[in-house]
């Protein structure tokens, strides 16, 4: 069975040779006389073409999908300035034109040649000083700003395309677009001076078939001069009315095509859509017709008839607002349900925060800034100060409201497990007595929470009295920072993720690219490097010298592959930032390791390929506890920190052994001192 053809296939087929005729006949028409019924013909063809036009034009929703129009624009011109040398060959020859310029004059004068006259002059000059002018500086800008932003368009492009937004057919075909917008415009823009001319070569047309005419009618024809100049001004007026109108058709069309953004809908579309959306705009207007309907002098019905259709416009706007939008809620509502009904809603609750903050419903003043709360402020420096101090970038800290908790109580979570809680007293001021306060002070017996010290919640009426006294006297927003504070401290190895470490990787690279290119991941994985940051940020070690710690790694990556190994090397390269964190006067206290007791860990230690791990009996273990347990006191009691130096091989293996039972125990290896540092040993571990 034969496909079905478009009964317009053949004329497409041959549209080369139609159009290429046509363009000759034009030409021709400037020189061979055309008979008034063909001429009539020709007319109405024109104004219909002229229609057809401007109709196209409103219903098209981007300039580019009427880009013959700069083309058709030069042929419309053609044909009405041919139209125009036929009809006045014909009104000076044989003062007559055919029925359709004839019928055009009389009802357009009306039996008064001068009215008539006046209309026609009018409307030329409406044409050409209001439409044409303003198509054409349209035009000429818009060709000029297209030209302009070709460049940045290009960019963005090519932005897409290296990104794999879009694909190469995409790109290619995005750009012809922008090309063929920039050959449109600058058409446009030369097209819109054939309107110009056009509606110039009108008026000079009117002259002279109303100066011929009425000369051939007094010299060839004996006509009287009152009937010669009303027998040509009519069809004068008629034969510019005919070809005016298509011509003003056109203009408006050229005008409508350079000002139409690109849309999804047709002009009436948009025009009424961006009118009639905001309902308060037609109750204003209506109301202000109906204040000039009641001035006296002025017409009242006019006024408040359009008064009161614009008050029915913004009523029915109203409603039909109403109306969207609680079919809008119905919606919104209904797919929520169906969201809640789908399995792969679940998937959405396995979302974990990296940290929260829960807290009960008398804390949550202190976190309402309109109730004079700062803890989001504290929070932003704690943020900071974690960053300073540990190099570590703490994700948001998201805090909710629980009403499961006590009023004065918080939780603090990390990845939804909780690891720390207290209570605070609103209106309380927390006093803790740092062991030199002069005297007593009464308030509600509790503890610190962040270190486990004995305080007291008093009233704000003691605060001052206190501090007098010799109190440290804290704010409840000033105790619950410091608990997180610590708390992110604490866990900051747990809190520092594969993506952290990429986000803190990939911030040197921009400055440091060789040392990052170097070691990611021709030596080391973005998790290998997770795992020594870590390992420093469990014994409080700042990764904040990144540049540092890579280099090391980059150095040692080649020889070792364990991660506790590499952090030993890595705590080796940042000796002077350690020893300025743990040494006070140039001088270290602390307790030392026995020689033996070093020989006996480092023989127990067992290396697997999963890392490393320290097989000591457990008599030995049981000494060496009890051993540090006796002499930490001398460190504690002098008011030092519980410090034990080691040697760099049994350093990390003397740290596993003792973190379970002495979680803040600082152990060092004496390559990570300076060497100008003095070391005063206040006591040795032994078995």
């Not at 509790?446 to 440290?472: C, H, K, M, N």
């Not at 506890?625 to 293996?653: C, D, F, M």
Request: aromatic share 6%; net charge negative; proline share 5%.
């Amino acid at each position: 069975m034969a496909a079905q053809t478009s009964p317009f296939a053949s004329i497409l087929r041959y549209s080369d040779i139609l159009i290429a005729i046509a363009i000759v006949t034009i030409v021709v028409m400037l020189v061979i006389p055309v008979p008034p019924l063909l001429l009539d013909i020709l007319l109405t063809l024109n104004i219909t073409i002229a229609l057809i036009i401007i109709m196209v034009s409103i219903y098209n929703t981007e300039p580019l999908q009427f880009s013959v129009f700069p083309s058709l624009l030069l042929v419309t011109t053609l044909f009405r300035l041919a139209l125009n040398v036929s009809s006045t060959r014909l009104i000076l020859l044989d003062g007559y034109a055919g029925d359709v310029i004839l019928a055009f004059g009389n009802f357009v004068v009306g039996g008064n040649a001068l009215v008539g006259f006046i209309v026609f002059v009018i409307l030329i000059i409406i044409q050409f000083i209001v439409i044409t002018r303003g198509a054409e500086r349209v035009a000429e800008v818009a060709a000029r700003f297209t030209l302009d932003a070709m460049p940045g368009k290009q960019m963005s492009i090519d932005a897409d395309l290296n990104a794999g937004l879009i694909s190469d057919a995409d790109a290619r075909q995005r750009r012809r677009n922008i090309q063929r917008e920039a050959d449109f415009y600058g058409a446009m823009d030369g097209a819109s001076k054939f309107v110009k001319g056009d509606a110039i070569a009108a008026i000079i047309i009117i002259i002279i078939n109303i100066v011929g005419g009425f000369a051939v009618g007094m010299i060839q024809r004996n006509m009287e001069i009152t009937q010669a100049l009303s027998t040509y001004t009519l069809l004068t007026v008629g034969e510019g009315l005919v070809n005016q109108i298509p011509a003003l058709l056109i203009s408006t069309a050229t005008g409508i095509v350079v000002t139409r953004a690109a849309s999804d809908a047709n002009l009436g579309h948009d025009i009424v859509g961006q009118l009639l959306t905001n309902p308060r705009v037609f109750m204003i207007a209506a109301a202000v017709l109906l204040g000039l309907g009641m001035v006296p002098g002025l017409p009242g019905v006019p006024f408040i008839v359009l008064s009161v259709l614009a008050g029915t416009v913004a009523f029915l706007l109203r409603r039909t607002a109403a109306s969207e939008a609680a079919t809008e809620i119905t919606r919104r509502e209904e797919k929520e349900i169906e969201d809640v009904r789908k399995p792969e809603n679940v998937v959405s609750l396995l979302a974990v925060d990296p940290m929260e903050l829960e807290i009960g419903y008398s804390l949550i003043p202190m976190v309402d800034a309109t109730q004079g709360g700062d803890l989001l402020d504290r929070i932003v420096m704690i943020r900071r100060q974690c960053a300073l101090e540990l190099g570590l970038v703490v994700p948001t800290i998201r805090i909710r409201d629980n009403i499961q908790l006590k009023p004065n109580a918080y939780v603090i979570k990390l990845r939804g497990v909780e690891v720390a809680k207290g209570e605070l007293l609103p209106d309380h001021y927390m006093a803790m007595n740092p062991g030199t306060a002069a005297e007593e002070i009464s308030g509600v017996e509790t503890f610190e929470p962040a270190f486990g010290l004995p305080a007291l919640w008093i009233q704000e009426s003691e605060r001052e009295r206190a501090e007098l006294t010799g109190y440290t006297v804290v704010d409840p927003v000033s105790v619950l920072a410091t608990h997180l504070t610590e708390v992110i401290k604490a866990h900051a190895s747990e809190i520092i993720g594969r993506q952290e470490v990429q986000t803190l990787i990939d911030a040197i690279k921009q400055s440091n690219p060789a040392v990052v290119e170097e070691l990611v991941p021709n030596l080391m994985s973005v998790g290998d490097i997770q795992k020594v940051l870590a390992n420093l940020l469990r014994e409080r070690i700042s990764i904040r010298d990144m540049v540092t710690i890579l280099e090391t790694l980059a150095d040692f990556a080649p020889v070792t592959k364990d991660t506790e190994v590499l952090a030993e090397y890595v705590r080796h390269a940042l000796s002077r930032q350690i020893s300025r964190q743990y040494v006070f006067n140039n001088v270290l206290a602390c307790l030392t390791v026995d020689p033996q007791l070093e020989t006996a860990i480092n023989n127990a230690v067992q290396r697997t390929e999963h890392g490393s791990y320290v097989a000591l009996d457990p008599p030995t273990v049981q000494a060496l506890i009890a051993s540090l347990t006796n002499e930490l006191p001398k460190l504690t009691g002098l008011g030092y920190q519980p410090i034990v130096l080691a040697s760099p091989a049994t350093r990390l293996y003397f740290r596993k052994v003792t973190e379970r039972v002495a979680p803040n125990l600082i152990v060092l290896s004496y390559a990570e001192l300076d060497p100008k540092i003095e070391v005063q040993a206040l006591g040795m571990v032994k078995v």
